[in-house]
């Protein structure tokens, strides 16, 4: 669905519908980079669109349309940062840890989807929800944006020793 870099439109990029967002964007999200910044508020509306979905008793039919759409996105979204990650970190400790990161949220979804076999439906879903959000939240806030800032310090010619120390004091702030 996400080939070759080119983000294909489906349906949900047309929903416009009205709902309680249980994560907000907001100018704390961004990261400076827009490619990653676009990526990540269409995230955010997934995850938005779930838990409204969940909220409202859905049919299952469309549930499992959002979870698709989040797990191919997520996985597009995971293979674009890796990309600009590589270009400015490549074989860096900074780049191994985020990848590790990446693959952690994907064992987590692997785990929280099993137990459907043997908790409740909205069970599971809850904790799809609140994991998605804590991790969502957390990892823009902390990892990308420590990322971004030091390939953005990089890109205004500092090197990488140099951009990962300023990036680490502008987190500190």
């Given amino acids: 669905m996400y080939e070759d870099g080119a983000i294909q439109e ?3 990029d047309n929903v ?5 967002a249980v994560l907000i964007w907001n100018e704390n999200y ?14 955010v509306h997934l ?5 409204d979905s969940i909220a409202n008793e859905p049919d299952i039919n469309y549930l499992n349309y959002i979870f698709t759409e989040l797990a191919e996105y997520s996985m597009y979204h995971f293979q674009t940062e890796e990309n600009i990650w590589h270009r400015y970190l490549p074989n860096d400790s900074w780049e191994a840890g985020h990848e ?8 987590i979804i692997i785990k929280l989807e099993k137990e459907e076999q043997s908790k409740p439906l909205d069970q ?3 904790n799809v929800l609140s994991f ?3 991790w969502l939240s957390n990892h823009i806030l902390q990892s990308d ?22 990036a680490d004091q502008e987190m500190k702030k």
Avoid: C, Y
């Fill in 10 to 12: 489906s349906w949900l």
């Fill in 16 to 20: 416009m519908n009205e709902f309680s």
């Fill in 30 to 43: 961004f990261t400076g980079i827009p490619e990653i910044d676009e990526q990540h508020k269409r995230l």
């Fill in 47 to 51: 995850v938005n669109l779930l838990a």
């Fill in 100 to 107: 590790m990161e990446h693959n952690h949220f994907v064992s």
């Fill in 124 to 126: 599971v879903l809850g």
């Fill in 132 to 134: 998605l959000i804590d």
């Fill in 145 to 166: 944006k420590r990322m971004a800032k030091a390939v953005l310090a990089m890109q205004s010619g500092l090197s990488l020793g140099q951009a990962k120390l300023l």
